[in-house]
Each structure stands twice: as structure tokens, then as C-alpha cells.
């Protein structure tokens, strides 16, 4: 397959490129993934480059079709090629796995949907610095619920109590009664022990992220040396060291690992620390408890510094790894957790285990700073967002801190959702155990509430959705005025439209739901400070509806968070076992993972840092070899990668391509969530930059639509929405009733191949189709953003402009 695609490299090499006429498409399929074949049309397809992960496919027939110049001239259209990623997010059955660091993902996306910017170069750095101390916060939320269930729960608590130890014989051993004062029965011992669940999990992640920072963050972009007219991209994606977070990311999994060992370390020792401190207590082990504490709180100092010091590195391709930092940093919060748990486990006569675990007042502190940092970052955004306003993004900047905030609460519930049902599972029917911290229990009844507010909100949607179908009627007659009515058929296009419009009102969900999550999880954080008891036994003493709704939102948020654990187990287990399914899972991760890790080095890797090379690479090598022309071909999530691509490329090859978006969600859900990347500038700045651009979408495409550049620059781009369907009722070229395709099947419409022409004929082979100057009524295409690269200087701005086919 190599030698095959040697050929076709080659084959163009010895003719003069004017003389070739070499015409190529290259298409990048969309969410969910899809098979060479069903993209090629073909069931004959070979590989010509790339692996089992990701590659290109030509159809057997075409491998070397540029040795074949005759054969070119009877083509009806280019050489097609198939680019296919979908194994980069739904590869095989350890990918379900990724479902277990979701908030992570949610994290980390909040780093990238900051408002865009320009002279606010100190403001987008603390920006950037708070959404990674929030990641931090996440990390050291889930080993902190793991200590909660095995050190708290099982070690401290069950195995400390005679009922508890007895109802659950594997932890007999631990018990000092079952096992008649065992050497394992010890306090500090059972912590000792039970530290190592959490911290397994810790090593977990860390090899995780290991692995797929070999595999995504070490491919080399390729190299662009300046050119004389190069201007730059309005946009952070067209630096050479976009996607290159290799740096970051490894020094990121030093801070994380090392966090979440400090944590459990301070987990196991807290309880020794505080018994040595009293009245009477060994002077030698007290003293080295607060030699411990102090070298914890200046390892967690040490982490901060750490993770706070660096961002990104962008304008360049930063090669460099920190080595000494990410070895030395893990490294040494493993000896001090070592340390910590010889410390804990030593002989103490007369310790005894009761009631909760000291330092569970962590969770309510842990509560309290992400709620700050989300403030702080709402602030900083709206300052961002008012120095250089964009209407179209969403809820005006403050997306990013309402994702960063449904990350936190996503974090506490899935932590609390742990603790409560292993402390019901541990405990039976009885009330033995203390139970988890009473904060978790607030947070857990804090969720029928939430519940309720989504279900009216989703019943406003709905109620605006029926409305917008009645509205819609009218406008599908308008458009199909020579073809017979059929109110079903007319109703069933309406309701297809109304629906994809919907997609635009997401803003407004995340925004109350956000907003509904801040005051009822302050509530929570204040009811469990002020009252130090559950809802239930709070409320008790009250009138009897208030008492009879807190215990009811208590069991009922307890049952909820059991059941929705439950119901991801078993999709994360199915999705292990099922291919499609796997898929689907797949389909979340196209979108949540196509930014790259600048927030948390746990999160799910970013494909796009493997999917964009590739994707530029191929353009770049194709057209110098073949002097060609070449027309990349995207639908829904594979146009993002093409622009990505495309911004990649040296000015002088990016003006040799022609990009044909379709189903792209490029202005709809990326210029409006992530403003400073996708806004109204970085696109007019593609416009600019490309030889020629054309964009296809429905009404009926909740996903897909149109670009909206300003002036007479959007007609230069998108073209009127297509039908959808292809026809009203039975005709003769559809003899049988034509389906409402939504956000699929582009290619069927005859508008795509008529576009694809356009773009080949504006085209002209070998040499680059000629710039002419901007049209002052296409606005400005400068770059909007200030970007956080460390390296200093200004971002890169707009490029020269030019009209479009």
C-alpha cells in the first residue's frame, strides 16, 4: 500500500505540473465515523497511507490514477480520497473507560471557550490559570472521594465498628474484635492499607495519560518556515505549535499525580497527627506528624507553583520537557506518602477508631474555592467579552465559566453519588456508621430540586419548539409552491425544521441550568456549615411538609445518584462489548475531545493533534508534488478538521486549496462557544486565506449552518439552504417519497457535486489562482485574540483577502 502511494507521489514528479491537471478530493467524515467504503462508494478500497488508527483510502482503481493523466480526462470529478479518524475516539473497548474522566473533559473545554480578545494579553493568561486550578480541584475531588469510600467508609468506619465488620467478613481481618486485635487492626493500619485503592487509582491516571501522550501529544505538526508574505491566520489555530501541548500536558501530569498523592497522604496521616497531638502522646511522633504536615503543605505549595507558573506554548514548536520537574515531583510525593503511611501504621496503644474520619471538612473547602474560582472567572470573562463584544457568542462570554461550573457539580456528584451508595451498600439497613460527610449528603439532595428545573425548562423548549413547527407550515408551502399540499407531509418538514432550530436555544439551557446549580450548591454548602446534620435531621423540629420534602429530596437524590451510577457502569460495560455502542460513546468524544489538553492532563486526549498533521501533511505533500488542484471536502465535525488543517498549512499552499464544508457546525456550535477560536475574524480570516470556499447546509440540520460572514462575503460562502427533502411528493425523478435527511447524506443533493465543479474550475493547477484585493463591505479579518503562549509577543494577525468563487 506504501509503494502504491510511492507511485502516485511519483508519478507527478516528471511532468511539468501545468501539464497534469491532477484533481483531487479529499473528504473527512463527520461524528460517529463511517467505514472507506460506504465514503468511497467502492467496495474495493486500499489504504495509501497511515495505520490501523487513522488513514487515507483511495478506491483500488485510483491508487496510482496520477501515473494515469488520460484517465483523469474521462473522470466525471476528481480523484476522491477518504481520510478516516473514527478509531481515534472509538477504537476499541478501553475507550468506554473515558466515560469515568467526564468532568475532566467538561473542564478542560472551558479553557477553550473564553471570549475573544485583543490587547488583553495579562487578562487571557489569568483566564487560562483559573480553569487549570479548577482542573486541579477536580483531581483532588475524586481522590478525595476514594479516600472517603476506602479509608473513611471500609477502613476507619466498617471495620471499626463490631456490626459493620460482621455483616462484611472481607473486612474481618481489619476488625479488631472479629479478628481478636489482629496486626491489621490497628487505626493506622487499616489506613495504610486502604490507601492503596486510591492511590492505585492515582497511578492509574497517570499511566493513562502517560500512554496517550505518547500516542497523541508527541506527533510532530509539520514544519513551516516563514514566509515572505505569510501574515498569519486570525486565529490561535494556524501557530505552528497549536497542536503540540506536549510540554503542558507532561508537566500538568506531574502536578496532577503528585496532587492526588498528597492527598491521600493527608488523608491516612490527618487522624495519627491529630491523636499524637493530645494531652500525653508520644513527643517523637508528634513531632514528626508536624515535620509531615509541613512538608505536605509545601508539596501542595510546590504543585500550585507548578501547575500556575506555565500555559500553552504556541508560536513555536516547543520540544522541551521539563524532565527533572516531571520526574522529580511525582517522585518525591510518592516518598512523602511512603512516609506518611509508616507513620501512620506505627504503634500506638489505645488508638481506637470513632465516628467519621478527621479532615472531612476538606470536601466543604474543596466546594467552596471551585465555587470562587468560578466567580473569579465569570468576571474575567464578561471583562474579556465587553473589550471586544461578539453577539453571536454564546451567553455573552460566559460560556466557558458555566461549563467550568457544571464540571465541579458534575465532580461532586459523581464523588458524593460514590460515597452515599457504598455507605447504604457497607451499612444495610442499620445506622452503625456515621456515614460519608454530611455535605455529600446536602449535595445528593440537591439534585430532585435541579431535576425540576430542567424538566420546565424542557417544557418551555418543547412548548417553543410546537410553535415554531406551526410557524414553520407556511414556509414549507412557500418553498414547494407547484406540488400538491399534504398536511402530514407538511407537518412532519415543519417539525424537522423546528427541532434543528432548537440547537440555537442551548445557550439558554446551559445558562439556567448553570445558574440553578450555583444557588442550589451554595445552599448546600451553607445548610451543611450551618447545621452539621443531613437535610432530613435538619429539617427536623419544622413544619411537617418542610421535614417530609428534605428527607424525601434525600432518599430520592440518594436513590437518583445510585441509579444514574448504575446505568454509566452499565453503558461503560456494554459500550466495552459493543461496537456500536462504542460508537456512540464515540460520537461524545468527537466533540469533547477535538481541544487540546490545556487544563487537565487526565482528560480524554485531544485526536484532532493526530487528526490535524495528518490532514496537512497529505495537502501539503500532495500539492507540492503534483502541483494539482485539491478540494477538501468536510462534513459536520470533519469541516472543523479541515479548517484546522487548513490554518495549518504555509500561505502559499493553503491559497492552492478549495474547502467544501457541509452539515459544518463551524459558526453554529464552534463560533459561538468558542469565540476566540472560531469567531467571526478567524473565519473571515479562512475566507481570506483559501483559494475558494463554499458551505452547504438545511433547516432541517440540527448540527450544520451557514458561516454568516459579514457584508457580501457570506453570499461568497454559503449557499442557499437546500431542500430538505429533495422533493415534496412523488415526481418523476423521485418516483417513491424522498426522506427528510436531516444532518446526513450531503452528497445525494445535486447541489454538491455543482459546487465541487465551481470550487475545481476556480482552481487552476500548479500555480495559485490570483489575490485580489478586500472587499471593504467583508469587514476586518484581523485576529481577535490575544493568545497565552509564554514566549511573549503579539499573535499573529489577519491575513490579505480576496474575492471568492
Same mark, same amino acid.
Given at each position: ?94 475507550? $468506554?473507560?473515558?466515560? &469515568? ?71 474481618? #481481618? ?44 508527541? =506527533? ?31 508537566? &500538568? ?26 494531652? %500525653? ?12 504536615? $509541613? ?72 466546594? &467552596?474555592?471551585? %465555587? ?70 446536602? =449535595? ?120 444514574? #451510577? ?35 492532563? #487526565? ?46 498549512? =504555509? ?81 418523476? &425523478? ?17 447541489? #454538491? ?43 499573529? =494577525? ?8
Amino acid at each position: 500500500m506504501e509503494r502504491a502511494q510511492e507511485r502516485a507521489s511519483a508519478g507527478g514528479s516528471d511532468r511539468p505540473a501545468d501539464d497534469t491537471g491532477a484533481a483531487l478530493e479529499l473528504l473527512v467524515h463527520g461524528v460517529g465515523g463511517t467505514t472507506p467504503q460506504d465514503m468511497l462508494n467502492d467496495p474495493r478500497t486500499e489504504r495509501i497511507t497511515g495505520d490501523g488508527i487513522a488513514a487515507v483510502y483511495r478506491r483500488a482503481d485510483d491508487v496510482d490514477a496520477e501515473n494515469r493523466p488520460d484517465d483523469g480526462r474521462r473522470r466525471d470529478g476528481p480523484v476522491p480520497e477518504a481520510y478516516v479518524w473514527c478509531n481515534l475516539t472509538s477504537g476499541n473497548g478501553t475507550r $468506554a473507560l473515558w466515560l &469515568l474522566l467526564l468532568p475532566f473533559m467538561v473542564v478542560n473545554l472551558a479553557h477553550w471557550m473564553r471570549p475573544a480578545a485583543r490587547g488583553r494579553r495579562r487578562t487571557v493568561r489569568l483566564y487560562g490559570l483559573l480553569v487549570r486550578l479548577a482542573g486541579l480541584t477536580l483531581t483532588v475531588l475524586l481522590v478525595a472521594a476514594v479516600c472517603e469510600v476506602a479509608l473513611d467508609l471500609a477502613a476507619w468506619q466498617c471495620a471499626g465498628t463490631r456490626a459493620c465488620s460482621e455483616r462484611n467478613s472481607w473486612l474481618g #481481618f481489619l476488625s479488631p474484635t472479629v479478628s481478636h486485635g489482629g496486626w491489621w487492626s490497628r487505626p493506622g493500619r487499616r489506613l495504610a492499607l486502604a490507601a492503596l485503592v486510591p492511590a492505585a487509582l492515582t497511578g492509574l491516571l497517570w499511566y493513562l495519560s502517560l500512554r496517550t501522550w505518547r500516542a497523541y501529544e508527541s =506527533q510532530q505538526p509539520i514544519a513551516r518556515a516563514p514566509e515572505a508574505d505569510e501574515d498569519g491566520a486570525g486565529t490561535a489555530l494556524g501557530r505552528p505549535g497549536f497542536w503540540y501541548g506536549r510540554r503542558l500536558v507532561a508537566r &500538568l501530569r506531574a502536578a496532577h499525580t503528585a496532587a492526588g498523592l498528597l492527598t491521600i497522604a493527608a488523608a491516612a496521616g490527618t487522624a495519627a497527627v491529630r491523636h499524637d497531638r493530645e494531652p %500525653g502522646g508520644p513527643a517523637l511522633l508528634e513531632t514528626l506528624g508536624l515535620l509531615l504536615a $509541613a512538608a505536605l503543605v509545601a508539596g501542595a505549595a510546590a504543585v500550585v507553583w507548578v501547575v500556575c507558573r506555565r500555559g500553552r506554548t504556541e508560536k513555536r514548536l516547543d520540544r522541551d520537557l521539563d524532565a527533572h520537574l516531571v520526574r522529580r515531583l511525582p517522585l518525591a510525593a510518592l516518598a512523602l506518602l511512603a512516609l506518611t503511611l509508616v507513620y501512620a501504621g506505627w504503634e500506638r496503644p489505645g488508638w481506637e477508631s470513632a465516628g467519621r474520619l478527621p479532615g472531612d471538612a476538606a470536601f466543604g473547602a474543596l466546594t &467552596l474555592v471551585q %465555587g470562587l474560582i468560578v466567580v473569579v472567572l465569570a468576571v474575567v470573562a464578561r471583562v474579556l467579552h465587553r473589550a471586544h463584544p461578539d453577539p453571536r457568542a454564546a451567553l455573552r462570554g460566559l460560556g466557558g465559566p458555566a461549563v467550568a461550573l457544571l464540571a465541579c457539580a458534575l465532580g461532586g456528584v459523581m464523588s458524593g453519588g460514590v460515597a452515599q451508595r457504598v455507605s447504604d451498600w457497607l451499612d444495610g439497613t442499620g445506622s452503625h456508621l456515621a456515614g460519608p460527610p454530611v455535605l455529600l449528603t446536602w =449535595q445528593a439532595s440537591v439534585i430532585p430540586p435541579l431535576l425540576v428545573v430542567l424538566l420546565v425548562l424542557v417544557g418551555v423548549l418543547g412548548r417553543r419548539g410546537w410553535r415554531l413547527a406551526r410557524a414553520e407550515r407556511a414556509a414549507v408551502e412557500r418553498d414547494y409552491p407547484d406540488e400538491a399540499g399534504d398536511p402530514g407531509r407538511t407537518r412532519r418538514i415543519a417539525s424537522a425544521r423546528a427541532m434543528a432550530a432548537l440547537t440555537d436555544r442551548a445557550p439558554l439551557l446551559l445558562g439556567v441550568t448553570s445558574a440553578a446549580t450555583l444557588l442550589l450548591g451554595a445552599g448546600a454548602l451553607v445548610g451543611a456549615l450551618v447545621t452539621e446534620e443531613t437535610p432530613g435531621e435538619a429539617a427536623h423540629g419544622t413544619y411537617g411538609i418542610l421535614h417530609g420534602a428534605a428527607e424525601t429530596a434525600e432518599a430520592l437524590g440518594s436513590w437518583l445518584i445510585g441509579f444514574g #451510577f448504575i446505568l454509566f457502569v452499565t453503558w461503560g460495560r456494554r459500550a466495552y462489548k459493543d461496537a456500536s455502542a462504542r460508537r456512540t460513546i464515540g460520537i461524545l468524544w468527537d466533540v469533547g475531545t477535538f481541544w487540546p489538553r490545556a487544563a487537565h492532563p #487526565f482528560a480524554p486526549p485531544c485526536y484532532a493533534e493526530r487528526a490535524v498533521p495528518d490532514l496537512t501533511w497529505r495537502m501539503a505533500t500532495w500539492t507540492r508534488v503534483t502541483g494539482g488542484r485539491l478540494v477538501i471536502s468536510g462534513h459536520s465535525q470533519g469541516s472543523v478538521l479541515a479548517a484546522a488543517a487548513a490554518w495549518q498549512l =504555509q500561505p502559499s499552499a493553503r491559497r492552492r486549496v478549495a474547502l467544501l464544508t457541509y452539515g459544518s457546525p463551524l459558526e453554529r456550535l464552534y463560533g459561538r462557544w468558542f469565540p476566540a477560536h472560531f469567531g467571526p475574524a478567524a473565519l473571515l480570516s479562512l475566507h481570506h486565506d483559501v483559494d475558494c470556499w463554499r458551505n452547504l447546509y438545511r433547516l432541517t440540520d440540527p448540527i450544520g449552518g451557514p458561516v454568516r460572514l459579514p457584508g457580501d462575503c457570506g453570499p461568497e460562502v454559503d449557499r442557499e439552504p437546500l431542500k430538505d427533502p429533495l422533493a415534496y411528493g412523488r415526481t418523476e &425523478l423521485h418516483p417513491l417519497p424522498a426522506p427528510i435527511l436531516g444532518h446526513s447524506d450531503y452528497q445525494a443533493d445535486p447541489a #454538491f457535486a455543482e459546487e465541487r465543479r465551481r470550487l475545481l474550475a476556480r482552481l487552476r493547477p500548479g500555480v495559485p489562482a490570483p489575490r485580489h484585493p478586500r472587499r471593504p463591505d467583508c469587514g476586518p479579518a484581523d485576529g481577535p485574540s490575544d493568545g497565552e503562549d509564554q514566549d511573549g509577543g503579539p499573535p499573529p =494577525q489577519g491575513s490579505s483577502g480576496r474575492s471568492s468563487a
